[in-house]
């Protein structure tokens, strides 16, 4: 029986325990609670959910709800406990959190092939084949010797993301492609503004509700500047954004042959192109407001938007410079990451990862060569994104129908469209299965 480690007890690290345990590998899990706490959590017991109590859409053509149906397939404990002990939350899975974790807890505390060492905090590699999933608020010394391994440049400790948009969504007779002064690739989506559009644009931004900030990420994120929040910005006066994330310099609008009062550009964050985050836009609105207020952007008045900009303490690798797509290490065989800390932003994202390591560390130990799960499924797909060289300004990532690869057949019905992108998922990952059976 080959041994492996797994370091942290949430929801990644358990099913990444799970993964191995259950393919006949003996696992060490190790939990520093309940002698230590993150600044977030309260409960002794593993898979602390510390926010939400939700676990997203259960509709099957929903990104969340495709994710979900996946992870079920590849034998998640995450999903069996969080089905246990389910609330009533209309069309989405949402659980009572405490009951939850205890159900996590029993299981892995159950399983033969697990040993869980509670209170005890690792702040070193392992030398040995390992999975690491210390989650978003990875202590210091462990942050510490991650960023000695992979390089210090390699780690992040806060996520300001800016929301992200589809880009068959944008109304592209109201914006244009450009670079300023006409440098380079025309690579930019360019939203000029009015100065009428401008004055009710910030007007909305400045009286927007903001996300309330966790205690300990305060102090942070009211020093440091290149985190600022937009809508922070914006209240220094009503021109700073025309001197900043929004300023005119350099562009023309075309059917105008004139410079804008502002302008936003949008930068395709995949090499598909099906997906571009709004430049500069940081930000710490509520996700309701961001919608409110994002559209109206000129062109975005009906987008989509498939990630909402976010601000909190979340520590993550530049994981397209430093995994795989199977969430190995490429510098070091045997040593995996899992959860937020390779940019995957969610609860389900987690726990799927979790998974996805500990599957493939387990083939690793058995003599075979890791195997990324097919692109076209969600978990695929995710995996793909956080490992994707082409991206250069990585932030994290949930799962969204836009990071799966386009259908070979356009359907413009959207609930066609995700519809058979769904059915094609399940049945690409049934067949990986069956061939894993080989």
Request: one cysteine or more; a neutral charge; glycine letters at 8%.
């Amino acid at each position: 029986m080959s041994k492996a480690v797994v370091i942290g007890g949430g929801l990644a690290g358990c099913e990444a325990a799970w993964a191995l345990a259950n393919a006949g590998h003996s696992v060490t899990l190790y939990e520093m609670k309940p002698e230590r706490y993150s600044p977030a959590h309260k409960n002794p017991n593993l898979a602390e959910l510390v926010c939400s109590n939700s676990f997203k859409s259960t509709r099957p053509i929903s990104a969340a709800g495709l994710l979900k149906e996946e992870m079920a397939l590849l034998g998640s404990l995450v999903l069996e406990a969080a089905e246990e002990t389910a609330v009533s939350a209309g069309g989405a899975l949402a659980v009572d959190r405490d009951l939850f974790a205890a159900a996590v807890t029993k299981r892995v505390l159950a399983h033969p092939n697990i040993q869980t060492v509670a209170g005890r905090e690792i702040t070193e590699i392992p030398q040995g084949n390992a999975v690491i999933a210390t989650g978003p608020l990875t202590s210091q010394a462990m942050s510490d010797a991650i960023g000695t391994l992979c390089g210090e440049r390699y780690l992040s400790f806060y996520d300001a993301s800016a929301p992200i948009v589809a880009y068959d969504t944008i109304d592209h007779q109201r914006t244009f492609f450009a670079t300023r002064y006409g440098r380079g690739e025309a690579d930019y989506i360019n939203c000029p503004f009015s100065q009428p559009e401008y004055d009710a644009f910030y007007d909305a931004l400045v009286s927007a509700q903001s996300v309330e900030l966790a205690p300990f990420e305060r102090d942070y994120f009211k020093v440091y500047e290149g985190c600022m929040p937009i809508e922070v910005m914006a209240k220094r006066g009503r021109d700073t954004l025309r001197f900043g994330p929004m300023r005119p310099v350099g562009i023309k609008v075309p059917w105008t042959g004139h410079r804008p009062w502002a302008n936003i550009q949008l930068r395709k964050d995949n090499a598909d192109g099906s997906l571009y985050n709004i430049v500069g836009f940081q930000t710490n609105l509520r996700f309701g407001e961001q919608e409110r207020v994002f559209r109206m952007i000129p062109g975005l008045e009906n987008a989509q938007f498939f990630r909402f900009g976010v601000m909190h303490r979340n520590t993550f690798l530049d994981s397209p410079r430093l995994l795989d797509g199977c969430f190995r290490l490429k510098k070091r065989t045997g040593l995996y990451f899992a959860g937020q800390l390779t940019g995957v932003e969610g609860y389900i994202e987690s726990a799927a990862s979790g998974i996805a390591a500990g599957r493939n560390l387990a083939r690793e130990l058995s003599g075979r060569e890791p195997r990324p799960l097919p692109e076209d499924t969600m978990l695929g797909a995710l995996s793909r994104y956080i490992s994707d060289p082409t991206v250069t300004d990585f932030q994290p990532m949930g799962c969204n129908m836009g990071i799966l690869p386009p259908l070979e057949k356009q359907e413009r019905n959207k609930e066609l469209r995700y519809t058979k992108m769904a059915q094609r998922a399940v049945a690409s990952l049934h067949r990986y299965l069956e061939e894993e059976k080989r």
